[in-house]
């Protein structure tokens, strides 16, 4: 008989970097000392990274769409539509930017 293979798996794993990687680079997107480009840069790397790190100790079942720039519970919103009655000026007032 054969023994069912027991996979390891990781529910999340921290996306803002061992040096707060991401942090340093938002705030300086928001300051407009960074480009889109320079972020989303920043952001690809550490995926890449923390994906890397992950396989290398052994995870096999590893956690992906799971990166938010800034906010996971914001970008959910933002998704569904689900923005309150009270914000949706915002919204339709200040430019977006698809990272």
Known sequence: QEMAQLLINNLGFPRIGPSREL????ERFWQGKASTEELVKVGSSLRQS?????????????????FSFYDQVLDTISLF??????????QASSATVDL
Do not use: F, H, M, V
């Open 50 to 66: 923390n994906w890397t790190l992950q396989k290398e100790n052994g995870i096999d079942l590893i956690p992906s769409n799971d």
């Open 23 to 26: 942090k340093l680079a938002t």
């Open 81 to 90: 539509g689900a923005i309150p009655q009270r914000y949706q000026t915002l």
